[in-house]
């Protein structure tokens, strides 16, 4: 993705950075990623191993992490370093927040819905069918504030 002129931060020298990342982008190789976490890059290579933090493949099976996955290194470099969590309780911390995140985008989804049948009209009339006949019934749909 080319940055845009109109994508960079006002800044005095001509180094500035674009202000939009993808964060799921894998940019950085291992040891630059490493590097931005303040670990070991084999420290990278374990955890991608234990499945803490996989990152993405290049075509020659080379490691790109992205901006995620640093969040994600240095979260459980805090979680095991700081509070004393051994590696299988970080990665059931992982697990829970992505399900955590899962289920936030759901409801986010269901809340939509229920805003759009809240504001489209409701029609009262279902029609239902047999082999033989079809009939017309009415009935009411109540939706709860």
Do not use: C
């Not at 829970?96 to 229920?114: D, G, I, M, P, Y």
């Not at 504001?119 to 009415?138: E, I």
């Amino acid at each position: 993705m080319m940055a845009r002129a109109s994508d960079r931060v006002p800044a005095d020298d001509d180094h500035a950075l674009p202000q939009r990342f993808d964060p799921d982008a894998p940019l950085f190789l291992i040891s630059t990623a490493a590097r931005l976490a303040g670990m070991h890059p084999q420290t990278l290579r374990t955890y991608d191993r234990l499945g803490l933090v996989v990152p993405k493949r290049a075509s020659g099976r080379g490691r790109r992490y992205s901006l995620k996955d640093i969040d994600r290194l240095r979260l459980v470099q805090y979680l095991s370093q700081e509070e004393g969590i051994n590696l299988v309780g970080v990665r059931r911390i992982l697990e829970l927040n992505s399900e955590v995140e899962r289920l936030q985008k759901q409801n986010a989804r269901l809340a939509e819905e229920l805003r759009n049948v809240r504001t489209s009209p409701v029609s009262g009339r279902v029609f239902t069918a047999s082999s033989n006949d079809v009939w017309l019934r009415t009935r009411t749909l109540e939706i709860m504030s």
